[in-house]
């Protein structure tokens, strides 16, 4: 199935190379979870703050189960800080 993934700010740079702006089309396992696809990119946990799959925000202790279904668009940020 395809997912497609974007990831904003600083964490652009744990996409990969070939990708186009700040997302990439990504081929998934049927029975794939929120969880495994974040860690599949090896971004540090305490930069992985609001998550947004079809740009609903999944909580923290609901992404390692939450299954992701053919057309999905999970998007992450990173903490933001300003003044």
Do not use: C
């Not at 990831?7 to 990969?16: N, R």
């Amino acid at each position: 199935m395809k997912v497609t993934f974007k990831l904003f700010a600083s964490l652009t740079d744990y996409l990969p190379p070939e990708r186009k702006y700040n997302a990439i089309e990504l081929e998934v396992a049927t029975d794939t979870v929120l969880g495994e696809l974040i860690a599949h990119f090896n971004m540090p946990p305490k930069l992985v703050h609001l998550v947004l799959v079809n740009g609903i925000y999944v909580e923290p202790s609901d992404r390692a189960g939450r299954k992701l279904v053919d057309g999905d668009v999970v998007a992450i940020w990173p903490p933001v800080a300003g003044g």
